[in-house]
């Protein structure tokens, strides 16, 4: 199952609404792509508002360690060349429920500065002369090319390097764990329910809710739709 795509023309995401048959509850997957158009999140946001209830991502409170590995997208989303933004889907306006399992802020910094410190500091090295390259000589196909596609199971070409291993547990693993727990809780009080709850997260948590939803409670995608991120 494709959930990002990059194409001649652009990058594109797709909403996925996965079924099963013994129950009427449906989850659809919004694999967000964090800097877009303005129209990218006005489509999701009006989607948003055919569910009864959102799963957000988000760490909740202030992080300093969050604040730091975001500023990439911060920094490009003020870029007016690239026409692009960074995501915001107004989830208070959309008179819909929203329930966010991610981490709180002081849990988030905790297991960050339990990172070894040279990967931390390599980390925050990186990230400003990235976002400092792109500011100057990025294009949107440059910066798709850099986020890649994306599937429901990473191939060969995404394989995490092994120095920044502890940081993807941290930023996607752990996370994962706490999400798929909470759509646990979600399936077993509402499954008899004939509602949709949104799953919005972040594509690259994506897989693990896929494989969890098939493989331990019996979900299949049913039907799909496809976004434009943004055009080249």
């Known amino acids: 199952m494709q959930l990002v795509e990059v194409s001649s023309f652009g990058m594109r995401a797709a909403v996925v609404?996965?079924?099963?048959?013994?129950?009427?509850?449906?989850?659809?997957?919004?694999?967000?792509?964090?800097?877009?158009?303005?129209?990218?999140?006005?489509?999701v946001a009006a989607r948003l508002r055919d569910c009864q209830l959102v799963v957000a991502e988000g760490i909740r409170g202030r992080s300093a360690a969050a604040a730091a590995l975001t500023m990439a997208y911060r920094l490009l989303g003020q870029r007016r060349r690239l026409g692009l933004v960074v995501q915001d889907l107004g989830l208070q306006d959309l008179e819909v429920p929203v329930v966010g399992p991610d981490m709180s802020g002081v849990e988030f910094d905790t297991r960050w500065r339990g990172l070894p410190l040279r990967?931390?500091?390599?980390?925050?090295?990186?990230?400003?002369?990235?976002?400092?390259?792109?500011?100057?000589?990025?294009?949107?196909?440059?910066?798709?090319?850099?986020?890649?596609?994306?599937?429901?199971?990473?191939?060969?070409?995404?394989a995490v390097p092994e120095r920044f291993e502890a940081l993807d547990r941290l930023v996607v693993d752990d996370r994962d764990r706490l999400l798929v727990r909470a759509l646990d809780s979600i399936h077993q009080q509402r499954r008899h329910q004939e509602v949709e709850v949104a799953v919005v997260y972040g594509a690259g948590h994506m897989p693990a809710v896929v494989q969890h939803l098939s493989a331990r409670l019996g979900y299949r995608a049913a039907s799909a739709e496809w976004f434009t991120v943004f055009e080249f």
């Open 119 to 158: 990967l931390r500091l390599q980390v925050l090295y990186l990230v400003p002369v990235y976002a400092t390259g792109m500011l100057l000589f990025g294009s949107r196909r440059f910066l798709a090319r850099a986020l890649g596609s994306l599937d429901d199971l990473p191939g060969p070409g995404q």
């Open 17 to 43: 609404t996965l079924r099963r048959s013994q129950t009427p509850l449906r989850f659809v997957l919004f694999p967000m792509v964090h800097l877009g158009t303005p129209d990218y999140y006005r489509q």
